[in-house]
T-cell receptor, first 114, second 114 residues
Framework: GNSVTQMEGPVTLSEEAFLTINCTYT??????LFWYVQYPGEGLQLLLK?????DKGSNKGFEATYRKETTSFHLEKGSVQVSDSAVYFC?????????????FGKGTKLTVNP | DGGITQSPKYLFRKEGQNVTLSCEQN?????MYWYRQDPGQGLRLIYY???????QKGDIAEGYSVSREKKESFPLTVTSAQKNPTAFYLC?????????????FGDGTRLSIL
């Protein structure tokens, strides 16, 4: 079946450092790819998405490019802030019998120190 | 503002009790989902519904039940058959009729056993 593998955390950075969170996937067909962010005690918020190969999703300084040849969707940010501290989930969409479901990675916890 | 409301935020269950978690959305979405989140395991799909009066089992449906009598509501019952119900439960919705739409999440209900 389809699966998503994220780099294990936790990740701890200083403010203004460069961030990369790796995400690779296994899927049949051409799924859409997503990054969601979860702040403490809250639900998930969509951070960015890409729907086809070579698409780049971007939002709030975060970027990720859909790489079909390496089956990857790595999340990057050039300069992190304390407010970026959260858990980040990579996910792909899969369609079964007309229904679409999300398959999630296990999440990567990011802590940014001032 | 449109969104998804989950209630209560915290819920306690005694051994042998059934409890029902509420999920209401005013986004006019046909598809709704229930996920369970455990530390370090990401999100796992419990049940989903593509349309009113229809729902399907997800990956971990045992010990749970749902109903979908109204478009805006998708309550989840955690039955006494669920032996390890302590978790964070997240509800989501999506418009399945427009391409590549993301799922929107509520803020979750944390269920604990007394």
């Amino acid at each position: 079946g389809n699966s998503v593998t994220q780099m294990e955390g936790p990740v701890t950075l200083s403010e203004e450092a460069f961030l990369t969170i790796n995400c690779t996937y296994t899927a049949t067909g051409y799924p859409s790819l997503f990054w969601y962010v979860q702040y403490p005690g809250e639900g998930l918020q969509l951070l960015l998405k890409a729907t086809k190969a070579d698409d780049k999703g971007s939002n709030k300084g975060f970027e990720a490019t859909y790489r079909k040849e390496t089956t990857s969707f790595h999340l990057e940010k050039g300069s992190v802030q304390v407010s970026d501290s959260a858990v980040y989930f990579c996910a792909l969409s899969e369609s079964q019998g007309g229904s679409e479901k999300l398959v999630f990675g296990k999440g990567t916890k990011l802590t940014v120190n001032p | 503002d449109g969104g998804i409301t989950q209630s209560p935020k915290y819920l306690f269950r005694k051994e042998g009790q059934n409890v029902t978690l509420s999920c209401e959305q005013n986004l006019n979405h046909d598809a709704m989902y229930w996920y369970r989140q455990d530390p370090g395991q990401g999100l796992r799909l419990i049940y989903y519904s593509q349309i009113v009066n229809d729902f399907q089992k997800g990956d971990i449906a045992e010990g749970y039940s749902v109903s979908r009598e109204k478009k805006e509501s998708f309550p989840l019952t955690v039955t006494s058959a669920q032996k390890n119900p302590t978790a964070f439960y997240l509800c989501a919705s999506r418009d399945p009729w427009r391409g590549n739409q993301p799922q929107h999440f509520g803020d979750g209900t944390r269920l604990s056993i007394l």
